[in-house]
């Protein structure tokens, strides 16, 4: 082992990733590798696979390890520089990253782990999602975000966003929901339970050799971004088409800071999809926007109904700068019952980075029979988890009244190679609160399939605690009641294409920052602001809240 480290050092090895096939069990030769490397390697950064995903498999333990492995220094040198001219600023504020479980680390644990940073910026666009809901007394939530280049859906139950463990990175993109499965590569660290899709403002419409219209998956980005943009994109985007059907306003991009090319737009459709495909261009354009909704909709089956939930029993928070313009529409495919869509919703996601908690999470493996169950040597896994967990957050200044814990076992049937988490309540367990536990496995097990089998025997796996430091939050802000009308709201009215109405309907325009709590909007309309348009269909209709969120629901028949 000595020779190898002096080899790393004399080849200038950055990063080095140690992962030994039962150091779950017993870190102990992986420590010692570690002192090793330290020793005679001293300028390589480590990554140990004991310290970061203390779990059986040892594939997915060593793919994770590689991975954090892989981005370690470049992740370090970013944190240092970003620390470094925040300093030089005199910002006194702790300095918190975003992670892909929805909860916030110290650049020190990020720049160590920054497996655990992946997926982060989507992360807090559910966990905004959660809080918008939240405050208007909703638990059960579908977040729908869509912004350049992807869309992307997400669950929420009970209020705790759905966290996976099955996750890739480096995958390559494919259209449709769930297709990049397989193409990556795993890493087994919590991060929320997200199904994206290549369907953005961006993405591109074309025309394969079949002559079918596609949409996506690439994506013409923001450079050279769709050809209404002016800035040299030559392929028709979901935007472009958005534009052709009146859904943007040309005048009012960004606020009105950027000049929209309709003609641009409606003659590149024409040129790359309409001419090819003998279509009409404003049907193409129709197609195209049609084409993207259904994609959407998968994505969100898959996340709902696939998954064992049922969608008309949720709310829908939709936001980034694309997604208002198509959620209602999809709320009505899945029979989704109400759509929330906040303030500023281009921006939404930087609110979840405002609204979460710092969070640690721990795991570990042993594999033991339910029935059978050795309970004192769980609640030793746990209570040693638990102690990590406080000390660590101690150290970063959480006073103990503020440190609470989550916990779940992971459980199977003898004999099966995934597992479902149970969530466990605080407190040590018995022999009758495993049972408990075990039953609750039938049950999800059974809401997940479609079958349980309470006669099988049921395995407990990996024990999981997630350790949680509460941070002041920002006041919920709400708007003020100037007396503004609904029609000094009004900036208008412009034809709108609808596939439901077959063709192009008259649509009342109404700027977003003069509504006011108490204002109720028709369908159709469109709601603009200087982030987003919120589109309002026929047949449905739009109150204002206190927070000034759009509560979008079908008019009663």
């Not at 709902?304 to 939709?318: C, E, F, N, S």
């Amino acid at each position: 082992m000595i020779e190898i480290a002096k080899q790393l050092e004399s080849e200038q090895i950055r990063s080095v990733a140690i992962c030994f096939l039962h150091s779950y069990v017993n870190p102990a030769h992986e420590e010692q590798a570690a002192e090793i490397i330290q020793k005679y390697a001293p300028s390589a950064v480590l990554s140990v696979s004991s310290r970061i995903c203390p779990e059986f498999r040892e594939y997915f333990r060593a793919s994770t390890t590689v991975v954090n492995a892989c981005v370690k220094p470049v992740v370090a040198s970013y944190l240092q520089g970003i620390e470094l001219q925040l300093k030089k600023r005199e910002t006194k504020a702790e300095l918190l990253i975003m992670q892909s479980n929805g909860g916030v680390l110290t650049f020190e644990q990020s720049a160590e782990r920054p497996v655990f940073m992946v997926e982060s910026g989507p992360a807090a666009g559910v966990i905004a999602a959660n809080f918008v809901a939240g405050n208007l007394g909703f638990t059960d939530v579908v977040s729908f975000d869509m912004g350049g280049t992807t869309a992307k859906a997400g669950l929420i139950l009970d209020g705790r966003p759905k966290i996976t463990k099955e996750y890739e990175v480096g995958a390559e993109a494919r259209p449709g929901a769930g297709q990049s499965r397989g193409s990556g590569y795993p890493i087994r660290t919590p991060v929320i339970d997200l199904v994206e899709i290549g369907a953005g403002g961006g993405s591109i419409a074309w025309v394969d050799p079949g002559e079918v219209l596609r949409v996506g998956p690439r994506s013409a980005g923001a450079d050279p971004g769709p050809i209404c943009y002016r800035v040299g994109g030559k392929e028709p985007t979901i935007t472009d088409a958005n534009l052709v059907l009146g859904r943007i306003n040309p005048r009012y991009f960004l606020g009105g800071e950027m000049d929209l090319d309709l003609e641009g737009a409606t003659a590149g459709i024409r040129k790359r999809c309409a001419e090819p495909l003998g279509l009409d261009t404003i049907a193409t354009a129709n197609g195209i926007v049609e084409i993207a909704n259904t994609a959407m909709v998968n994505a969100l089956r898959l996340t709902t109904v696939r998954r064992g939930y049922d969608p008309r029993t949720l709310v829908m928070v939709a936001f980034g700068g694309a997604g208002p313009l198509h959620a209602n529409r999809l709320c009505a495919e899945m029979q989704i019952p109400k759509l929330i869509v906040p303030l500023s919703p281009g921006t939404a996601s930087a609110l979840g980075l405002l609204t979460t908690d710092v969070k640690h999470e721990f795991s570990r493996t042993r594999i033991m029979r339910g029935d059978l169950a050795d309970v004192e040597m769980i609640n030793q896994i746990f209570d040693s988890m638990e102690k990590q967990g406080e000390t660590r957050l101690k150290r970063e200044g959480i006073p103990p009244e503020r440190i609470s814990f989550l916990r779940e076992i992971e459980m199977r049937y003898k004999g099966q190679s995934s597992e479902l988490a149970v969530t466990c309540e605080p407190g040590k367990l018995n022999p009758e609160v495993l049972a408990q536990l075990c039953s609750k496995f039938h049950a999800e097990y059974e809401r997940a399939y479609g079958r349980g089998y309470p006669a099988e025997i049921v395995e407990l796996v990996n024990y999981r605690m997630t350790a949680v430091g509460a941070i002041p939050h920002p006041p919920v802000r709400t708007i003020s009641d100037s007396s503004l009308t609904l029609d000094q709201a009004k900036k208008g009215a412009r034809p709108v294409f609808f596939s439901e109405s077959g063709g192009f309907t008259a649509t009342n325009v109404y700027d977003r920052y003069r509504l006011e709590p108490g204002h109720h909007i028709q369908g159709p309309a469109v709601v603009e602001e200087m982030d987003s348009n919120t589109l309002i269909h026929p047949d449905f209709q739009a109150d204002v809240d206190t927070f000034g969120n759009l509560l979008i629901t079908p008019i009663a028949s």
